[in-house]
């Protein structure tokens, strides 16, 4: 299996929408120089799925100034395109049409909900660097008991006040939101796989639905002859007025049929060029439908989804989270220790002292139990989300998968009988029509049930792609909703500390 | 030789050498010789002559179109004026053009036949083998000629994959041979036989056929002829046998439909016109034609042209001559045969055929799609599968379609090279006009009626002769002064 390196992190500085600057025309290649030289990765060995795989492979981009970096899959290997040769994106926008490859690339740099899915994981990691702060001294000048036996006072001097956090709660709080940065880099993923997942159906559509466009063009013509030919037997009394007008009616729905096709192209090339980001040439499309690829299993695909599906790892990385919140949150009543110091001058004494206190909030009423008790509560809040995901994405798999199979059940045999046989039922009655032996209406018949079939297969094909892109892309799609808040609703979350 | 002298000549010189002269053209078919048997009947060629025919018959003219009347007379239309061959003889045996006869062995006084019931793959047109079933490899079978009083047995064979059983179809005989399953016999299962044998006491025309009805629809018939002892008077020169049947055969397909109530494929002795042979005679002979209608379901109203017939039996029996009837179109009905007799005073290529507009042509379709679009071929849409040609939707400024009806040229079935080659090279079509296969299609037959020297030329010459100069020494050489005086 061909695969591509697909780089999130790494992508050039954005400056928002825009058109494909005079590129993405067949004599320029100019898709090409979009595109970030990224080397193929080799396929991995995995023995029990054909499915592609995500891989995790060590982060390349600038971290933040953390102690303990953010780990993540930083890096991801995504399935690729069906067909789309390695160097696709390089030598790919030929005379033939844009490849998706060249497309996703473009994506890559001009998708805007990728850079919003980066700027959550940089904004969150910005939340652990806060959360693992000291916090700040404090400074004052002290005057007391000014006038004691006439004098400026017992103390006049200053201090500094120092708030010691205890129970190690600031690299408890770092972990908890370096575990949310890493949730957040997951749901960047999955916002990856959404975009390049709606990138290829979009893609499967528009192919599709201009190969229909030419097959109804075909059933236009089919329909026109259908009504000369009555019009012919009307001539000799073997059709009445009445067939005559039900031959119009029949053309205007054919036509009317086709203009729907000509604007499903149109639309699926807008909706492709949205998510691209950028405008897409209308007329360069490659089509890749029919290329084979390998196929899924029931089994194979379970595994595969359940085992590397980002919103799984994300909601892991939450329940990481959640699970160092209530160890945070236990150690909260453990009391900080206030110290303030400072030396002095004693105006009764004349001498110089020092003042010193030191300063506990011992947790008698307020031991932080509510707290808790949420904290808790979205621990086993989180366990079940996890399941419920599972298990939604195991009901919205089935759903995909059948469609797959039905659909790749259909292209197999559609491609091995059903057009061939079609093929050959026209071709044998336009040679006996041609030896008199055959009624033009039949000709049109079978010609009518190929056009029929060959749209068929397209349909199938269409769905095929799409489900098979779901489903090496882990169900996910919505590449241009903005991507979600790594902090779920209902979740402890800002104080004006952050813990 | 000058045509009026042939003929003189052939006046004086009465029957005996003609007759002999007849009974050997038949071989000349080259397409499908009969099967080279002792005929049934054969009178030796130098069988004594019992009498001659006479010389005079009354205003009747055998050499030319004449009244001969009034309708009383014996010769009025040429009712009962003989052959050329003589009175007295024993009877010409039977020609049946494109099939076979079936021989027989004598066993102990009996003449014995075999029959096996087997798929047959005909080719009712060059180039078109169709899937029927028949006898012999033959369809129709092979014809059966015996004479009045013989005994006769059949060995009948099954190699079909289902029951069968025969019927002899108008014998007297005794029941427990009339090959009705159930009813008078058990079935002949697959890869059994079965054995008939009965008395002929009839004479005429017959035929014998499976009585399982889809297998007599599936092409199961053949002829049958029993003869009498001596030709019945007024002798025949000439006696042919035609079995006309319809199948419907779909497009893009070889096997008969034998549950159709619609028929598209038509033959006349297994073969389409223009593939069916013509019947050639000389001039001045009297001709038999036993027309039987195997047809599933649909009658044949036929039809000669350029003569009169008289009807003189049908199926089963002859009719006494003051029954018969003279028309130039009669119907024969399903299972019924009819015999015609006529003098052939006409020289020319006559057609005979079924006048039912159906039946005169295979596969009538509709006129209707590129065959009568002036700017379209269906090459065109065999050369462009993905992409369609797109239809002129201006085609009624065709100046054809201003006039309600137009088209009903109905344009026949396609013929390739190879299949006119087999068609134009046949001894029984040489001199014909050469675009005369455009006039013979389906149920239809040419009856040839040649002068002599050309009837030699034609059937009993090897010399190529050009299209239409035969026709055209009829129309325009002398014989047409001479004829028509
Ligand atoms: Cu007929």
Redo the contacts with the bound molecule.
Sequence with gaps: MRTRVFVLLALAPLGGCRNVPHTATCHSHAAASIRQPIPAAPAPAVAQTAAPRAQVVPASHAQPDLTEPATGPLVERLPAPAGAPAESAASGATCAGMTLASIEDMATTYNPTLTQARTQVDGTLGKALQAGLWPNPVLGYQAEKIGSQGTAGEFQGGFIRQEIITAQKRRVSREKYLARAKAAEFGALAQQYRVVNDIRRQYWRAAGATRLVTIHEQMVKNAEDRLVTVEEMFNVGQSNTVQVRQARVTLQRTKLDLLAKINDRDQARRELSALVGVELPEELYGDELDESVPPLTWDASLAYTLGESPEVREATAKLESDRITVERELRQPIPNVFVQAGPGYDFTDNRTVVNAQVTVQPPIWDRNQGTIQQAHADLSRQRAELCRIELRLKRDLSMHFKQYLTAQQHVESYRGEVLPEAEQAYKARLKSYKQQRETWPMVLDAQSELYQRQAEYVHNLVTWRDSQTLIEGFLLTGGLDAPQNPTPPGHIDATPQPR | MQPGNTRREFLLLGGAAVAGAAGTTFAASDTQPPANVPPANVPPADAPVVREAPAEFGGFSRWKPTFGGPPTADHYLGKLVPGLRGLGLAPVPVEIPDLPKLPFKMVGGVKEFELRCTPVKREFLPGYPMDVWGFNDSMPGPLVEANQGDRVRFIVHNELPEPTSMHWHGLELPVSEDGVPGLTQNPIMPGKSYVYEFDLHQAGTFFYHSHMAMQEAFGMVGGFVIHPKVAFDPPVDRDFFLI?Q?FHIAPNQTISDSMAMDWNW?TINGRSGPFTTPLVVRHGERVRVRLM?F?PM?????HLHGHTFWITGHEGARIPPSAWVPRNNTLVGVAQATDFEFVAFNPGDWIFH???V??MMNHMVQQVGPRIRDDSDVSDYQNQLATRPRVRADFTTDSGFRTPGYPQNMQHMHMGEEMMMKIMHRREVQGMRKMWHMGVHG?MTVLRVLPPELYDLVMNSDEMVMPGTVFDRIVKGDYAKDYQQ
């Design positions: 006309f319809n038509h209608n047809s649909q009658h044949h109203p036929i079924c006048h039912m159906h039946h149920l």
